[in-house]
């Protein structure tokens, strides 16, 4: 009982006998635990007996034993040599078990998230503190928040990283390139209404008939080209994946040893060699997303129409200025976020998992922000077949400030930011219960 006494003292912070929320949020946070404070509130409301919103030494200890239980025969498991502590290598050993390769430095970090004493091991002691403090289920989901506490991924969709740890390339990138696309399907499929809202204000600004208009054709209609956005989603973000590695390698440099305008410049050429490949599904999305439904039978028959009273050149309409805006996004999105990661650093508070979400949001924003004009432009010709005008990107902007004003062009920026949000939190929360889903299979 001394050490549950010890710990309850430790959380204790101001000493009035009882747990917060915030108290046990801030020791949390500090171990690494992500979404710490639903969590945290969790815990105390489950465990809260007279609902006064904190936990007494009682209380907390009734929680303590609970996992003392739940967890005494994991322990055991996880010390295969039945010394009474965990090292190094019975880490490594509990990742290969579950289909995951890690190096002896993740290893160590994990060790030392746990370890008390600086003895490079972890003994029942030092992991059932830490498992009351990370109150994971079961051995798939321990695993899971201590690799997710030294990765946070978030934007408007999952898009592919540019590099997969080692540990996740010998265990099988595929998981990841799975999860990441059945998410990111899920996500563009989930807010594609508001998707299409977008594209018609880019193209037609405050006389777009919105969602009364799109709900003429019926209910089904509200997804007209969803499908091509869906097709294009993590294809072309794997196939950026493959171009960037296979020019990092072509250098001979390692993904540690690049610099900062190395990374952003083997991006840009990746990013726009995939774009540029599946450039063609951007096309036909647009023209379903503003046409009337019936107009077309569906995502081949749009192609078909385009190739037919057009030309093949007609699927890459736009693919100048959509290929100029991802460097002013991708540049903006990076320096704001590192400025925002190095400020943050300072403070391990702010590395809740709802702080590092925001900061990933701001930079995102601003990314979006600095490239929207480009963006709107690149839709506006994309639609030129059925607005029946022909302006280069130039003479599009130039007409856009005179009509319009700056206003002109963030037209339907509302709609997109107000995907976005919706985007990243589906992406991110069922890509992250897939990829445990998978490593267990």
Known sequence: MDQFRGLFLKLDKNKDG???????????????????????????????????????????????MDREK????????????????????EIIHLFKELGVVISKPHAKKIIQM????NSMTVDWSEFLQHIILNPAEDIGELVSSWKRCMVFDVGESRSMPMEFTQEETDSGAWKYIL??????AVSRTVTAPIDRLKTQLQV???SAQGFRGMRAGGIKSMWQGNIANVLKGTPQS??????????????????????????????CVSGAAAHAVFYPLEVIKVRL??????????????????????????????FKPSVMCMIPYAGVECAVYHSIMNWAKADPANSSDSKLFCYSFVAFASGQTASYPLAVIRTQQQAQAITKTQYSTF???????????????????????????????????????????????
Request: with cysteine.
């Open 238 to 267: 794997t196939l950026q994946y493959v171009i960037y590695t296979q020019m990092k390698h072509l250098g001979s440099v390692s993904e540690d040893k690049l610099t900062i305008q190395q990374r952003f410049g083997l991006g």
């Open 70 to 89: 739940k967890w005494k025969l994991n322990f055991q498991i996880l010390d295969k040599n039945n010394c009474g502590f965990i090292d190094q290598e």
């Open 18 to 64: 009882f747990i917060a929320v915030e108290e046990l949020h801030k020791e949390m946070t500090r171990i690494g635990v992500l979404s710490a404070n639903e969590k945290a509130q969790s815990i105390v409301t489950s465990y809260d007996r007279n609902d006064d919103g904190r936990l007494d030494y009682d209380e907390f200890l009734v929680y303590m």
């Open 179 to 184: 999860a990441g696309g059945l998410s990111d």
């Open 395 to 441: 003479e599009a902007l130039k007409l856009s400030y005179v009509n319009h004003g700056i206003r002109g062009f963030y037209s339907g920026m509302g709609a997109s930011f107000a995907r976005a949000f919706p985007c990243a939190i589906i992406n991110y929360t069922l890509a992250s219960k897939l990829e445990v889903l998978f490593s267990l299979s």
């Open 204 to 206: 037609y600004g405050s």
């Open 114 to 117: 746990m370890d008390n004493d």
């Open 289 to 318: 997303n503003l046409q009337p439904a019936g107009t077309y039978t569906g995502l081949v028959g749009c192609a078909k129409s385009i190739y037919q009273h057009e030309s093949i050149a007609a699927f890459y309409r736009g």
